[in-house]
């Protein structure tokens, strides 16, 4: 997805801009920042985490061990 946003760049001839990207979209924000740092003027992110807390990490287990039946 950071990718899609420096080809977005080019294609609009974005030299610099500011993203703002909630959830998955400020983990690509971040991204993009990380990768195209010269091209990002400044950077909003809200509503993530680096890693999920250890109180949720029982509770993704067990959601990731769901048989779920595709269909």
Do not use: T, W, Y
């Amino acid at each position: 997805m950071a990718k899609d946003v420096r080809d977005f760049f080019a294609s609009e001839n974005l030299d610099r801009a500011h993203l703002c990207g909630h959830s998955m979209g400020g983990k690509m924000a971040l991204q993009c920042a990380a990768v195209n740092a010269s091209s990002i003027n400044g950077l909003v992110v809200v509503d993530i985490a680096p890693e999920a807390p250890p109180a949720h990490k029982p509770l993704l287990a067990a959601l990731e061990a769901l048989a779920l039946a595709s269909g």
